[in-house]
C-alpha cells in the first residue's frame, strides 16, 4: 500500500470535507507508542460498558455484547492472532475499531459520554498504577540481593571517602547497606504517589463532563479507584502523576548510577577492590587484555535519560492552558522510556550484585589509610575522652599527623617517646596516645577502629549485622 494514496478512516471524519494529508495524519499518529496500552484501554472500555447499562443508556444486551466482544478481543491479541490496524490513530481507535468490525452496531455506543481525553487518563492511571507496583517488586529484590551481599561482610573492612580521599575505615556491609536504605526510601515515594495516580478520570469527558446520568462511582468500583477525580476539567488537564513517577524512577536509577560508579571505580586495576564476573563484563575489540565494566557504565549512563525524560514532562507541561492539548501526548514516550529503563536496570542488578568478587585483602589494605592515618580522628576521640577539649586534641592530633608522615611511623605505633617533640602535649596525653595505640594492636587496626564505632547507625560489625538480620525477614517470602 502506498502511504501517499492511503486515507485513513477516522473516528471524528464527520465534520471534515477532506480527509487528512497522510503525512500530517502520521505525524500525530500515536499508535506505535501506545499500543501497550491496549490491556488497559480494554479493561477501561468493559467497566465503561457496564456503567452505561447499569445507569440506563444502553441495554443490558448490548452491555453483554460490547463486553464479550472486548474479552474475545482481548484474548486473541494476547495469543497474537489479533493485531491492530496499522492506519488507526492510537490505541483507542484501534480498539474500537477492532470490537466494531467484530460486533458491529452495539460495539457504536461504546464510546457514549467518554472522551479519549478522559480515557487516555485512565488508561494511562492504569498501566502506571502496575508498574508502580512491578517497580516496587524489583527493587524489593536489589533490596534482598544487598543485604546477601553485606552479609557476607560486615567484618570486611574497607576505606570510607569523603571528597574521594580516605577518610575513615568502615565496612562493605556498611557500605552496600548504604544503597539498601537509599532504595528504601525510593520504594517509600513510589508508595507514595500510588494514592495520587489511584484517580478515577472517567466520566470527565473531554472536559466538562456529561449530561447522560454517567455513575463515575460505578466505574471506580469496577476497576478498583478507591477515588473518582473531582475536578472534570482536572481531570484531562493533570499528568502530575506521570511527573511524580518519572521523579521517583529518575531518583532509583540516580542511586542505581552512583552505585555503579562505584563498581566501576573499584573495578580498575587501582583500585581492585572486585571483579566483575565474566558474565557481567566485556572485552576489548583492540587491546587483548581488557575486561570493562559496560554493565554498570550503562547503568550509570541510562540513568541520564529519566533525568531527561522528567525535564521533558515538566517542559511539555508548563505553557500548556487548560484543558487537553495535544502536547500531552507527548508523556508517553517519556513515560515509557522511564518505566522501560528503570525496570531493565533494576531486574540486572540482583544477578549482577550475587556475582561480584569482593577482594577482601585488597578492601582491607587500604582501610586504615598510609601509617593508619585514618585512625586519627579515633586518636583526637579518645584524647577527649580523657578530658582534652576536642579543639586541642585536633590541634595536637594534626601535629602527630605530620610527625609520622615526616618519619614514615604508623600512628598506631606512636610511643609516649614520640609525642616528646609535639609541642604543648604533657605526659598525660602523650601516655593517653600510647595507650590507645597500644589498645589497637592485637590483630588488624581498621577492624579494631571499626568495632568501636557503635553509634547507632555506624559501621560496627554487630550492629550492621542486627540491621541486616531484621531487613533479611521481609525477604524470605520471596
Ligand atoms: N493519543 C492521545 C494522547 O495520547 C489520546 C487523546 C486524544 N484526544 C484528542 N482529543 N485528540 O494524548
Same mark, same amino acid.
Given at each position: 500500500?502506498?502511504?501517499?494514496?492511503?486515507?485513513?478512516?477516522?473516528?471524528?471524519?464527520?465534520?471534515?470535507?477532506?480527509?487528512?494529508?497522510?503525512?500530517?495524519?502520521?505525524?500525530?499518529?500515536? +499508535?506505535?507508542?501506545?499500543?501497550?496500552?491496549?490491556?488497559?484501554?480494554?479493561?477501561?472500555?468493559?467497566?465503561?460498558?457496564?456503567?452505561?447499562?447499569?445507569?440506563?443508556?444502553?441495554?443490558?444486551?448490548?452491555?453483554?455484547?460490547?463486553?464479550?466482544? +472486548?474479552?474475545?478481543?482481548?484474548?486473541?491479541?494476547?495469543?497474537?492472532?489479533?493485531?491492530?490496524?496499522?492506519?488507526?490513530?492510537?490505541?483507542?481507535?484501534?480498539?474500537?475499531?477492532?470490537?466494531?468490525?467484530?460486533?458491529?452496531?452495539?460495539?457504536?455506543?461504546?464510546?457514549?459520554?467518554?472522551?479519549?481525553?478522559?480515557?487516555?487518563?485512565?488508561?494511562?492511571?492504569?498501566?502506571?498504577?502496575?508498574?508502580?507496583?512491578?517497580?516496587?517488586?524489583?527493587? $524489593?529484590?536489589?533490596?534482598? $540481593?544487598?543485604?546477601?551481599?553485606?552479609?557476607?561482610?560486615?567484618?570486611?573492612?574497607?576505606?570510607?571517602?569523603?571528597? +574521594?580521599?580516605?577518610?575513615?575505615?568502615?565496612?562493605?556491609?556498611?557500605?552496600?547497606?548504604?544503597?539498601?536504605?537509599? #532504595?528504601?526510601?525510593?520504594?517509600?515515594?513510589?508508595?507514595?504517589?500510588?494514592?495520587?495516580?489511584?484517580?478515577?478520570?472517567?466520566?470527565?469527558?473531554?472536559?466538562?463532563?456529561?449530561?447522560?446520568?454517567?455513575?463515575?462511582?460505578?466505574?471506580?468500583?469496577?476497576?478498583? #479507584?478507591?477515588?473518582?477525580?473531582?475536578?472534570?476539567?482536572?481531570?484531562?488537564?493533570?499528568?502530575?502523576?506521570?511527573?511524580?513517577?518519572?521523579?521517583?524512577?529518575?531518583?532509583?536509577?540516580?542511586?542505581?548510577?552512583?552505585?555503579?560508579?562505584?563498581?566501576?571505580?573499584?573495578?580498575?586495576?587501582? #583500585?581492585?577492590?572486585?571483579?566483575?564476573?565474566?558474565?557481567?563484563?566485556?572485552?576489548?575489540?583492540?587491546?587483548?587484555?581488557?575486561?570493562?565494566?559496560?554493565?554498570?557504565?550503562?547503568?550509570?549512563?541510562? $540513568?541520564?535519560?529519566?533525568?531527561?525524560?522528567?525535564?521533558?514532562?515538566?517542559?511539555?507541561?508548563?505553557?500548556?492552558?487548560?484543558?487537553?492539548?495535544?502536547?500531552?501526548?507527548?508523556?508517553?514516550?517519556?513515560?515509557?522510556?522511564?518505566?522501560?529503563?528503570?525496570?531493565?536496570?533494576?531486574?540486572?542488578?540482583?544477578?549482577?550484585?550475587?556475582?561480584?568478587?569482593?577482594?577482601?585483602?585488597?578492601?582491607?589494605?587500604?582501610?586504615?589509610?598510609?601509617?593508619?592515618?585514618?585512625?586519627?580522628?579515633?586518636?583526637?576521640?579518645?584524647?577527649?575522652?580523657?578530658?582534652?577539649?576536642?579543639?586541642?586534641?585536633?590541634?595536637?592530633?594534626?601535629?602527630?599527623?605530620?610527625?609520622?608522615?615526616?618519619?614514615?611511623?604508623?600512628?598506631?605505633?606512636?610511643?609516649?617517646?614520640?609525642?616528646?617533640?609535639?609541642?604543648?602535649?604533657?605526659?598525660?596525653?602523650?601516655?593517653?596516645?600510647?595507650?590507645?595505640?597500644?589498645?589497637?594492636?592485637?590483630?588488624?587496626?581498621?577492624?579494631?577502629?571499626?568495632?568501636?564505632?557503635?553509634?547507632?547507625?555506624?559501621?560496627?560489625?554487630?550492629?550492621?549485622?542486627?540491621?541486616?538480620?531484621?531487613?533479611?525477614?521481609?525477604?524470605?517470602?520471596?
Amino acid at each position: 500500500m502506498s502511504a501517499g494514496d492511503h486515507r485513513p478512516a477516522t473516528m471524528w471524519g464527520g465534520r471534515f470535507a477532506a480527509p487528512p494529508d497522510p503525512q500530517a495524519y502520521r505525524y500525530q499518529a500515536s +499508535l506505535a507508542v501506545d499500543w501497550r496500552l491496549w490491556p488497559y484501554d480494554i479493561a477501561g472500555s468493559i467497566a465503561h460498558a457496564r456503567m452505561l447499562a447499569h445507569a440506563g443508556i444502553i441495554s443490558a444486551a448490548e452491555a453483554r455484547q460490547i463486553v464479550q466482544g +472486548l474479552a474475545d478481543l482481548r484474548d486473541d491479541l494476547q495469543a497474537g492472532s489479533a493485531v491492530p490496524p496499522a492506519d488507526a490513530e492510537d490505541v483507542h481507535s484501534a480498539i474500537e475499531a477492532m470490537l466494531v468490525a467484530r460486533i458491529g452496531k452495539p460495539a457504536e455506543k461504546l464510546h457514549t459520554g467518554r472522551s479519549r481525553n478522559d480515557q487516555v487518563a485512565l488508561d494511562l492511571r492504569l498501566y502506571l498504577r502496575d508498574e508502580v507496583r512491578a517497580v516496587d517488586h524489583l527493587l $524489593a529484590k536489589v533490596q534482598c $540481593a544487598l543485604l546477601d551481599v553485606a552479609q557476607a561482610h560486615t567484618k570486611t573492612v574497607m576505606p570510607g571517602y569523603t571528597h +574521594l580521599q580516605l577518610a575513615q575505615p568502615v565496612t562493605l556491609a556498611h557500605h552496600l547497606m548504604a544503597y539498601y536504605e537509599m #532504595f528504601r526510601r525510593d520504594r517509600a515515594r513510589l508508595a507514595g504517589i500510588l494514592p495520587r495516580i489511584n484517580v478515577m478520570p472517567l466520566g470527565a469527558g473531554a472536559l466538562a463532563g456529561s449530561t447522560l446520568p454517567l455513575d463515575r462511582d460505578y466505574v471506580a468500583r469496577e476497576l478498583g #479507584f478507591p477515588a473518582v477525580a473531582a475536578n472534570s476539567m482536572d481531570a484531562v488537564a493533570d499528568r502530575d502523576f506521570v511527573v511524580e513517577f518519572i521523579a521517583a524512577a529518575a531518583l532509583v536509577m540516580t542511586h542505581v548510577s552512583r552505585l555503579a560508579e562505584e563498581l566501576v571505580l573499584w573495578s580498575s586495576q587501582e #583500585f581492585g577492590f572486585v571483579e566483575i564476573d565474566d558474565a557481567y563484563a566485556t572485552g576489548s575489540s583492540l587491546m587483548p587484555h581488557k575486561k570493562n565494566p559496560d554493565l554498570p557504565e550503562l547503568m550509570r549512563g541510562r $540513568a541520564a535519560r529519566l533525568t531527561g525524560d522528567l525535564v521533558t514532562v515538566l517542559t511539555m507541561l508548563k505553557g500548556l492552558p487548560l484543558t487537553y492539548n495535544k502536547d500531552l501526548q507527548e508523556d508517553k514516550p517519556a513515560l515509557f522510556d522511564a518505566v522501560d529503563t528503570v525496570k531493565d536496570t533494576v531486574a540486572i542488578l540482583p544477578p549482577f550484585l550475587a556475582s561480584l568478587r569482593f577482594n577482601v585483602a585488597k578492601l582491607a589494605a587500604g582501610a586504615a589509610g598510609t601509617l593508619d592515618l585514618a585512625l586519627a580522628t579515633d586518636l583526637a576521640e579518645h584524647l577527649v575522652t580523657q578530658g582534652i577539649p576536642f579543639r586541642t586534641a585536633h590541634a595536637l592530633v594534626g601535629q602527630l599527623v605530620r610527625y609520622c608522615l615526616d618519619r614514615g611511623r604508623p600512628l598506631t605505633k606512636l610511643t609516649a617517646d614520640d609525642c616528646r617533640g609535639v609541642p604543648g602535649m604533657d605526659d598525660g596525653t602523650a601516655a593517653a596516645v600510647a595507650a590507645w595505640a597500644a589498645s589497637l594492636q592485637n590483630g588488624s587496626v581498621a577492624e579494631a577502629a571499626v568495632a568501636r564505632h557503635r553509634t547507632v547507625g555506624g559501621p560496627a560489625p554487630e550492629l550492621v549485622a542486627e540491621a541486616i538480620n531484621r531487613a533479611k525477614l521481609a525477604c524470605s517470602g520471596g
